[in-house]
Nanobody, 129 residues
Framework: QLQLVESGGGLVQPGGSLKLSCAAS????????RGWFRQAPGKEREGIAC????????NYADSVKGRFTISRDSAKNTMYLRMNSLKPEDTAVYYC??????????????????????WGQGTQVTVSS
């Protein structure tokens, strides 16, 4: 059974940092494109980071570019989202996602949630003083 389990959310002050983790089980992340999404109350789910199966394409939404970094630890079969310089508007439920997409570049342009078929349960990030 394919499963993604997230951790690392919480309450942080503006300007602070958090690192979200997303552990995969039942499959390896090899040949999988990987993404992070977020959804704030009353808003649509937003794609914020995406990396292609081979790591050659990395794409960020303008809202997080320069502050967030997507990465992966192959040995731990885990993906991460490092978030720096957090702002109150970053408050949302954050989701990791993956899709088996070898030899495909699905991370260009808008990061579209419809391209992904495996999802984590979500973790709350609240940025507030």
């Amino acid at each position: 059974q394919l499963q993604l389990v997230e951790s690392g959310g919480g309450l942080v002050q503006p300007g602070g940092s958090l690192k979200l983790s997303c552990a995969a089980s039942g499959f390896t992340l090899d040949f999988y494109a990987r993404g992070w999404f977020r959804q704030a109350p009353g808003k649509e789910r937003e794609g914020i980071a995406c990396v292609s199966y081979n790591g050659r394409t990395v794409n960020y939404a303008d809202s997080v570019k320069g502050r967030f970094t997507i990465s992966r630890d192959s040995a731990k079969n885990t993906m991460y989202l490092r978030m720096n310089s957090l702002k109150p508007e970053d408050t949302a439920v954050y989701y990791c996602a993956a899709v088996r997409a070898p030899y495909q570049d699905i991370c260009t342009g808008v990061i579209d949630s419809r391209r992904f078929n495996s999802w984590g349960q979500g973790t709350q990030v609240t940025v507030s003083s």
